[in-house]
């Protein structure tokens, strides 16, 4: 096994895809896009220094292993897809498991479809997308994106603006270790504790038997300090393997794949844009009497609004502490110990089974079948106050949530009353299993012509829980994860802020033709999708907003609903929501000459509404009026492209119009600063732009690739919110830039490689009224590997230098938009150094 093969994917894993297209999701996907009809591999042999640029109806981009391997060992692929036009990430930190959020063409990451290996990876109640999650970079093939449009099989209920498809290595057909050690920390002055160390390990069998079994498994730890974060801090745990089995020669196989990924940390941190903006524009920022500059002053922001550590908390205002008889002893929840928001953790615990299966039935009929299975379970909150009394109303006393307050009706720090507020955490717990299925049946009709027939089905069960627990006396949870340590009220019952029980399900029928007609190649597909929404809710529904009263079980609850139960209070109930759409999807190609050929493309897209909106919708009676509409899109399409040799170029516009835009963003401090998804719905909105690419090889050892695009959208009407008429209409939507445009060149002497790419990214309005805007910032990376030789027993050792944000550029992060206010959001990561030393054998 040779090293420049070692860090992304194996030479024989990539060179063994070649019979199968790969910029396509599903197996059955892959198949379908036969190079026989459509030119869509994998090898390194095709594209230019790992950018690809398939010739489908679709506007779409591949980024191999070549690109891959140049990113920093352990970076989210989300940030290496911000090398393709129309994508714009924003990363949380320069090392990728803080998080991040991103745009397609102006359609944020709920919109975008994310699979690994056909399995959907956006979460199946609010459709959001965990990009600190993802899969290692070492054990991927390539990454490919499909702008605007999503393949038919898709087990999606909300990709209205596109998908990216991961795509994890064969096993090699070789034997082989390869390991990764990863040093950096980040070169700002003002960040503090900030050192990144990572390791990753993974093993190749090679064929034991033969007749192609292999198999290979990875291990990866990572640990560093959070740069905006004076107290956050990451530690992450990965595991992957694949076994694969062929069968026979023609390319059928059996395989399955495992992913397990554990995260432990804080919050990013996040502050009010109206904060952030004099720190971008005008250079510092005075906030409660302090002056922060751009640069060491935005390590120091987020403890403007919170307490210092290390710190602690009086006895008598913990849980089993020791308490003041007769005295109040109250916990400040909103500015003590443990309080800030930096201080609240995000742990997750994810994993997945995938299998993957071809099947020749005789020479021309096909079958594939892609079986699943993920789990997740993972939180978010802070630090509130448990109250010892219970809540009274119309003579009666319960337990359980009320009004925001938790109460116990139990003495919790034995000191014999009932009169203190406790410290203590209540983040939203969520636990999902999901199964799914992508099978497909592909018949070649004749030379040049295809058709399959596909059915998609996806199940998950989405429990969500909000259990209450305890605190340290250095302000530190109890556990992370509250469902796992709750603190029971005076029956035995855990107290709740909410709890309830969906099961998002898709049943989905679709067919595809693709035909050559001489130089003309046209597609014509139908996408039939049945989603159902089966809700849940075990609490009273309070507003519209979503609040809630969850009365602990057990008790008499005739006094509560004669007190309280009225217009403004929906009982607990058990509602089924269903939607489909047929979804038609055609395309042509044509070739005008063996190196140029024009596209188009048409795809009529739906998204389904996530869970929250859902939910609040309870609080109204079951009518037309109170139920939640879908999103649709029709999505056009029209480009050019040229392929030829050490050139790929292509340039495309597309013009998109949505109905019952859905828009929604983080609020932290919202609900009484608990946090909330804030929805507004924008109605009618027409989106339209140009993107484009070059990738020019001038010689066997060196690249460029430049790459660009512009958005434009409007939004047709004025919304309409309980305080009046918001002028919207005409105005283009928040949180997407105009435009973006970077480049990358690189370029080798022997063994020694050198690489440097930039990005720089356009103005972003910071709200739908267009009175404030976030400024355009430039971020340049560098990167460059020494490999020191071949080993005597074989193998080969590479050192690999990556420098992040190399002029420090200070600029807003990721946001999503608000409607006329200034909302939420990160600081772009500062400037970093990492060297890796890479070995395999």
């Not at 109640?125 to 965990?130: E, F, I, P, Q, V």
């Not at 393949?151 to 270790?177: F, K, L, Y």
């Not at 595991?239 to 390319?251: C, E, H, K, V, Y």
């Not at 018949?443 to 040049?448: G, Q, V």
Request: glycine share 12%.
């Amino acid at each position: 096994m040779k090293f420049k093969y070692l860090l992304a994917a194996s030479v024989a894993g990539i060179a063994a895809a070649g019979a199968m297209p790969a910029a396509a999701q599903s197996t059955g996907s892959i198949d379908f896009e036969d190079d026989d009809v459509i030119i869509v591999t994998g090898t390194t042999d095709n594209g230019v220094g790992g950018v690809e640029i398939p010739n489908t109806t679709k506007a779409k981009q591949v980024l191999n292993e070549e690109i891959i391997r140049r990113q920093r060992p352990g970076q989210t692929v989300n940030d290496i897809v911000n090398l393709v036009p129309g994508v714009s990430f924003q990363n949380n930190d320069p090392w990728g498991s803080s998080g991040g959020g991103f745009t397609i063409r102006g359609f944020s990451s709920d919109r975008v479809s994310q699979t690994l290996d056909g399995l959907p990876l956006n979460d199946s109640g609010n459709y959001a997308l965990y990009t600190n999650q993802q899969v290692d970079p070492e054990v991927l093939e390539e990454v490919n994106v499909n702008l605007g449009t999503t393949d038919v099989d898709s087990p999606t209920a909300s990709a209205t603006g596109g998908t990216i498809n991961i795509r994890t290595r064969e096993p090699s057909d070789d034997a082989g270790i390869t390991a990764t050690m990863t040093f950096g920390d980040v070169l700002s002055k003002g960040a503090e504790d900030t050192v990144y160390m990572r390791g990753f390990v993974m093993f190749d069998t090679g064929d034991i038997t033969g007749n192609g079994l292999k198999m290979f498994g990875s291990a990866s730890y990572t640990s560093y300090g959070v740069p905006y974060n004076p107290y956050g801090k990451i530690d992450k745990k990965q595991f992957n393997a694949r076994i694969w089995q062929d069968l026979g020669s023609n390319g059928d196989f059996v395989a399955i794949s495992g992913h397990y990924n554990e995260n432990r940390n804080n919050f990013a941190g996040s502050e009010s844009i109206a904060n952030l903006l004099p720190l971008a524009e005008d250079g510092e920022v005075e906030i409660n009497g302090v002056t922060y500059n751009d640069k060491e002053g935005r390590f120091q922001i987020y403890q403007a609004f919170g307490d210092e550590y290390p710190c602690s908390i009086a006895a008598d205002e913990l849980v089993g502490g020791v308490g003041n008889p007769g005295v109040s002893d109250r916990y400040d929840d909103r500015s003590g110990c443990g309080a800030p928001f930096y201080r609240r953790y995000n742990p997750s615990d994810t994993g997945n089974i995938r299998g993957a299966s071809r099947f020749s039935i005789g020479d021309s009929l096909t079958f594939t079948f892609d079986p699943s299975y993920q789990y997740v379970k993972a939180n978010g909150g802070g630090p509130d106050d448990l109250r010892e009394q219970f809540f009274t109303v119309n003579g009666g006393a319960y337990t359980g949530a009320f009004n925001g307050g938790y109460y116990f009706g139990r003495d919790l720090n034995g000191d014999g009353d009932l009169l203190d507020r406790l410290a203590g955490t209540d983040p939203s717990q969520t636990t999902t299993d999901r199964y799914g299925v992508i099978a497909n049946l592909i018949y070649d009709i004749a030379d040049n012509h295809r058709a399959r027939l596909t059915y998609t089905w996806d199940r998950a069960r989405h429990r969500q829980t909000g259990e209450i627990s305890g605190m340290y006396e250095n302000g530190e949870p109890w556990n992370v994860f509250a469902i796992d340590a709750p603190v029971l009220d005076v029956n035995g019952n855990p107290v709740q802020k909410r709890d309830r029980l969906s099961y998002a399900i898709l049943h989905q029928v679709s067919a595809e033709y693709t035909g050559q007609f001489g130089d003309l190649t046209a597609k014509l597909a139908l996408r039939a999708p049945f989603f159902t929404r089966e809700l849940n809710q075990n609490c009273f529904t309070t507003s519209a907003g979503g609040f809630v009263d969850c009365p602990n079980p057990g008790a008499d609850l005739s006094n509560y609903v004669n007190a309280s139960f009225n217009d403004d209070h929906a009982a607990p109930q058990s509602r089924t929501y269903k939607y489909d759409e047929l979804l038609p999807n055609v395309g042509f190609t044509y070739d005008i000459s063996d190196a140029m050929s024009v596209f188009g493309n048409y795809a009529k897209g739906l998204s389904v509404p996530g869970t929250d909106p859902l939910y609040d919708s309870l609080y109204f009676a079951d009518e037309d009026f109170a139920r939640p509409v879908p999103e649709t899109t029709d999505s056009f399409d029209l480009g050019m492209r040229y392929q030829n040799g050490d050139i790929e170029a292509q340039l495309g516009a597309y013009y998109t119009k949505y109905n019952n835009r859905l828009a929604v963003a983080f609020d932290p401090n919202a609900n009484d600063g608990e946090g909330e998804f804030v929805f507004r719905n924008l109605g009618k909105v027409d989106k339209w732009g140009i993107d484009g690419s070059i990738a020019y090889r001038p010689s066997r050892n060196s690249l460029l690739y430049v790459f660009g695009s512009y958005n434009d959208s409007e939004i047709q009407d004025d919304v309409l919110d309980e305080n009046g008429v918001i002028p919207t209409a005409g105005n283009q939507e928040s949180g997407t830039p105009t435009y973006s445009f970077g480049g990358r060149g690189q370029i080798a002497f022997g063994d020694f490689e050198l690489g440097a790419q930039v990005k720089h990214t356009g103005p972003r309005w910071i709200n739908d009224t267009n009175q404030d805007k976030a400024p355009s910032y430039t971020v340049v990376d560098l990167d460059a590997r020494i490999t020191l030789g071949e080993f005597a027993t074989g193998g080969d050792a590479a050192i690999q230098l990556n420098l992040t944000n190399l002029f420090d550029e200070y600029y807003i992060g990721f946001f999503g938009g608000s409607l006329d206010d200034f909302g939420f959001a990160q600081i772009g990561a500062p400037r970093a150094g990492s060297i890796s030393l890479i070995i395999g054998y």
